[in-house]
């Protein structure tokens, strides 16, 4: 097994009689006003997308339709002469 790249997950607990300060409010506040940055994440093919479905599910059977779809697209834009 290969070691983590990013190190271990810090867990703090707090004591719930401790009043936070106003630094740390401040702080609070300002992480809520922050947008959150998503331009890391990679986009997802409709393959790549996973939906825990229940069984007769109108989403499961429609990302399925998609995915045909989609499949038979992209082998009709590889199979026509360019």
């Known amino acids: 097994m290969k ?3 990013t ?15 106003a630094t740390e409010r401040a702080e609070l506040a300002t ?7 998503l331009s890391d994440i ?17 989403l499961g059977l429609a990302l399925e339709r998609a ?4 499949r ?3 082998s009709a834009q590889e199979k026509a002469p360019a």
């Open 31 to 37: 992480l809520k006003r922050r947008p959150i940055d």
């Open 7 to 21: 190190g271990r997950t810090v867990y703090y607990t707090r004591d719930a009689d401790t009043q936070l300060t």
């Open 42 to 58: 990679p986009e997802m093919t409709i393959d790549q997308t996973w939906v825990m479905t229940g069984a007769g599910d109108c």
């Open 3 to 5: 070691p983590p790249r």
């Open 72 to 74: 038979t697209t992209a």
């Open 67 to 70: 995915r045909r779809e989609q």
